[in-house]
């Protein structure tokens, strides 16, 4: 097989049909860029989880001054003493389902909410006995009936404002990011569906306006696979290109709105690094391959039947 005549007839058929081509380009990358941009989400939400999950999944915030006014159900005694901290601790400690109790006072907790809202102008007017002082509390196994259960043995104890789920929390946050997979990877499968019929249709062209020289092939005797190769050559080309601009968006995904908007804006929490951004490229690159090669060698059956 004469290589150079391989590479000449895919030069020919790109420029046959540069606006076609073109366009195939241009609606894969859009397809695997809203595909990677779908990975990079699943990718986030599951850090998320291992970040938050791995760490705490029950708060018991403790009373602070102004709670015996605003909640004077829970906290009627007024501020927690220290002796109830410590107590409520010992306490937690020897539970069997806690595993590790991080405790938090209020000065540790205010320092935490200024470094969190840093360049707010509300924190000029927070103080630091406003900000409730905590136990926070990693479980055995972090179900929902042992958070349950932690939750009635505490709740309403002496010095006890509350009792919070973090997952609970934090669920309308992963829902958030859950919500955006799914609509990008439902864009993104109707996008290979469009690069998939354009692909099929710029082969068939391709195809119709070099009749001849495969009339001519198929006279001297050449193989179906040596007549298919241009094309799908060509296929794998235009496919690679769609690969290389959505590698292009999915880096300036990560580059300009997770490192610059929302890594800067949510500092308590972690984002997915450049290696995501990488395996994401991995995976593309056979996914637009298969894509490309797939629709040419369908497109071309009618066509090589000898």
Known sequence: ????????????????????????VVSAAVALGMLGVALLMVFQTSQMKDFWYDKVEVSVFLCTKTDQTLHPTTCSGGQVTDTQMTALQTDLTGNPLVQQVFPETQAEAFAHYKDQAKGSPVTEYVTPDQIPASLRVKLKNPSTENIDALRSTYQGQQGVEEVADQKTILKPLFKLFSGLTVS?????????GLALMLIVNTVRLSAFSRRRETGIMRLVGASNFYIRLPFL?????????GVAVAALGVASFKFFLIDR????????T????????LLTVLILVPVGLLMA??????SLRKYLKV
């Open 293 to 298: 090669v797939g629709a040419s060698a369908l």
């Open 270 to 277: 972690s984002f997915v690094g450049w290696d995501k951004v």
């Open 184 to 192: 990008a990877s439902t864009v993104a499968v109707v996008m290979v």
């Open 1 to 24: 097989m004469r290589a150079q005549f391989v590479f000449s007839e895919i030069f020919v058929g790109l420029r046959r049909n540069l606006t076609m081509t073109i366009a195939v």
């Open 261 to 268: 908007v929302l890594a800067p804006s949510f500092t308590f």
């Open 233 to 241: 050559m060509e296929g794998a080309v235009a496919g690679l290109g």
